[in-house]
């Protein structure tokens, strides 16, 4: 099956620091997303992402698909930032109704 | 808030109990999903229902069992399980060719 590998594995930075997280995989995807999982469990959604660059607010993503990987950008991190950044990919697609691929995430750490 | 909800949240049981899971959505999305994670390791999928059908098992143990009564309603029914199988389960729905919304999940914990 796809691989999905993320780097770095561990991050720590002060707040306001700008960081990029990054997500390769290993064969052509239909979608692709990055999710923040906070302490508690919660999957949040922040990008849906197949190809192309997104912005919402302080992050923004790209995905360049021939190539196949993906960016996420933090700029002027904050403390509510921490928390485990996953990236998943769906090979499927289609009537395959969105079978996600997990990479094994970011575990990020902001401190004041 | 996604607008799936999963119950309960926290769940302790030993080897010989049955339990279920509960995921509800009333998102009118079309796809229901079960996901595993345990520590160290990625989201593992488990199962998807799409309109109430089974369309996905992934090698999941039979200790474990499904069940879409609507569309509206997912359950992973659950009996004699390893100390391994102790996790968050997470619960996920999405709408047709959109991204997936996920519950805050159910932290099991086998004795």
């Known amino acids: 099956g796809i691989q999905v590998e993320q780097s770095p594995p561990d991050l720590i930075l002060q707040e306001g620091a700008n960081s990029t997280l990054r997500c390769n995989f290993s064969?052509?995807?239909?979608?692709l997303q990055w999710f923040h999982q906070n302490p508690w469990g919660q999957l949040i959604n922040l990008f849906y992402?197949?190809?192309g660059t997104k912005q919402n607010g302080r992050l923004s993503a790209t995905t360049v698909a021939t190539e196949r990987y993906s960016l996420l950008y933090i700029s002027s991190s904050q403390t509510t930032d921490s928390g485990v950044y996953f990236c998943?990919?769906?090979?499927?697609?289609?009537?395959?109704?969105?079978?996600?691929?997990f990479g094994q995430g970011t575990i990020l750490t902001v401190h004041p | 808030e996604t607008g799936v909800t999963q119950t309960p949240r926290h769940l302790v049981m030993g080897m010989t109990n049955k339990k279920s899971l509960k995921c509800e959505q009333h998102?009118?999305?079309?796809?229901m999903y079960w996901y595993k994670q345990s520590a160290k390791k990625p989201l593992e999928l488990m199962f998807v229902?799409?309109?109430?059908?089974?369309?996905e098992n992934n090698s999941v143990p039979s200790r474990f069992s499904p069940e879409c009564p609507n569309s509206s309603h997912l359950f992973l029914h659950l009996h004699t399980l390893q100390p391994e199988d102790s996790a968050l389960y997470l619960c996920?729905?999405?709408?047709?060719?959109?991204?997936?919304?996920f519950g805050p999940g159910t932290r099991l914990t086998v004795l």
């Open positions: 229902y799409n309109f109430k059908e089974q369309t």
């Open positions: 992402i197949p190809s």
């Open positions: 998102l009118g999305h079309n796809a």
């Open positions: 064969d052509s995807v239909n979608n």
């Open positions: 996920a729905t999405r709408p047709s060719g959109d991204t997936q919304y």
């Open positions: 998943a990919v769906d090979s499927a697609g289609g009537t395959s109704y969105g079978k996600l691929t």
